[in-house]
């Protein structure tokens, strides 16, 4: 079971309810038998059809529903009744007294829905959520295995019934019995059934496969699971028996691969399922000192044995941002041979559109550097690659060489004349006319 209470039950997940955008859409909507009100000196319009919605779904007793909206109690007084439904619900508080500093783009509110419900599992219903909301959520599942479920809302539409039948199978099936446990998995690897760290990481796995949904666009968790542990466990055991603070990029590429699950793309979690299968051909035992943090890596000249590895995990760390961010396409390292030496840059870029399969590698400057396949980089193994990079290196060196003598024999640039001084216009701003508000925020 993905959360148990003290008798081994399954815990009910909540199911967190917002009210402005949601039960109170912005567009008009007469037609679905919206009604305008004067509720607590706000404009709202609402519907019996969500009270119905609403009822249904608590009879059938999947999820405790809850509201989460600036309205707190406000809302069994003023919107309950009219909306229809049969009991009061609680109320989780939003207090922006504990939102306090957040990161930019999230949901102010969560501030007040994290501390309340730790350790809860919980879907939320809500108008705004943007990619950094989706970030936490998938973390909380990643780190903690609680199932999170994020349902973003069209505030000029409402809530319909898609939305509630998303969470009816979200309750189903990750917050239902589990498909896995950790002795599932060691018993496919009986060589790493002994190994503390391995039992840690099935147990981690497990944990990680019962909060998923069942499926994402055909793909079954459990599937996905047991494949990543049959070519991934030997590797990912070993990354984590090294530095407690060093990089784990088959580990990293596992949890790419099941973030892609959690946002419903199956095909892109196949994807780094093999792209973490690929990495765990050339596992790290924590020998490689680097900074997961560090954007420079600076090499001996001559390299020792382990440059190859070092780059190949420079490089690796620049994947692993681009696999957790859809906003970031293209992120940049740089390598040093020698101090002071030639210093290649490496520009990792992924595609527009397909952030997860179409991800290439340049070594160099501008438009000579060649770009190459990321998964092509781990098929040649860390030693081509360094070969491919001390190559780039000394190209480096002999344009630096060269540029001098060149340089020498430029005439020098006529002086350029004096110009006035420009004066700026200040620009004026358009008046701009206030918007009445409707519900609250």
Request: proline share 8%; net charge negative; glycine share 8%.
């Amino acid at each position: 079971m993905s959360e148990t209470g003290p008798g081994g039950d399954a815990v009910k997940p909540w199911l967190l309810l917002d009210i402005d955008g949601v039960l109170n859409p912005t567009g008009d909507h007469a037609d679905r038998g919206f009604t305008p009100h004067d509720l607590d000196g706000h404009q709202v319009q609402l519907s019996p059809e969500h009270g119905l919605m609403l009822n249904a779904l608590d009879r059938e007793g999947l999820v405790d529903l809850r509201w989460a909206t600036t309205w707190n109690d406000a809302a069994n007084a003023y919107v309950a009744p009219i909306v229809g439904l049969a009991d009061p619900l609680p109320v989780l508080v939003i207090d922006r007294a504990l939102a306090g500093p957040v990161p930019f783009g999230v949901n102010w509110k969560a501030a007040s829905v994290l501390a309340e419900a730790d350790g809860m599992p919980f879907a939320w219903l809500d108008d705004f959520f943007t990619d950094p909301d989706r970030r936490w959520a998938e973390a909380r599942v990643l780190d903690t295995g609680v199932p999170t479920l994020l349902v973003p809302i069209d505030p000029a539409v409402g809530l319909l019934p898609d939305h509630l039948d998303q969470v009816r199978s979200w309750a189903r099936s990750a917050c239902g019995p589990g498909v896995l446990t950790g002795a599932d998995l060691l018993e496919r690897t009986p060589h790493l059934a002994a190994d503390p760290v391995s039992r840690e990481r099935a147990e981690w796995f497990a944990r990680t496969c019962n909060a998923l949904p069942g499926e994402a666009a055909g793909l079954d968790r459990r599937d996905l699971t047991v494949s990543l542990w049959d070519r991934c466990a030997t590797a990912v055991t070993a990354e984590h028996s090294g530095e407690p603070h060093g990089v784990r990029p088959t580990d990293e590429f596992v949890r790419q691969s099941f973030r892609r699950f959690l946002r419903g793309d199956g095909a892109a979690a196949m994807v780094w399922a093999d792209r973490a299968a690929l990495r765990a051909t050339h596992p790290e035992r924590g020998a490689v000192a680097h900074a997961q943090d560090s954007y420079r890596l600076v090499l001996e000249d001559p390299a020792d044995r382990d440059a190859g590895r070092r780059i190949q995990l420079l490089v690796d760390s620049a994947v692993a941002d681009l696999g957790i961010s859809p906003d970031i396409q293209r992120t940049h390292r740089s390598v040093l041979i020698g101090s002071p030496g030639p210093l290649v840059q490496v520009s990792v870029r992924a595609d527009r559109d397909d952030t997860s399969s179409d991800l290439t590698v340049a070594f160099g400057h501008g438009g000579r550097a060649e770009r190459v396949p990321y998964d092509q980089l781990l098929r040649d193994g860390p030693d081509a690659l360094f070969e491919r990079v001390a190559g780039v290196a000394r190209s480096v060196a002999e344009m630096q060489e060269r540029r001098p003598a060149a340089v020498a024999y430029l005439p020098r640039p006529a002086a350029r004349r004096q110009q006035q001084p420009h004066q700026s216009t200040p620009a004026v701003r358009p008046q701009t006319s206030p918007q009445p508000a409707r519900g609250r925020r």
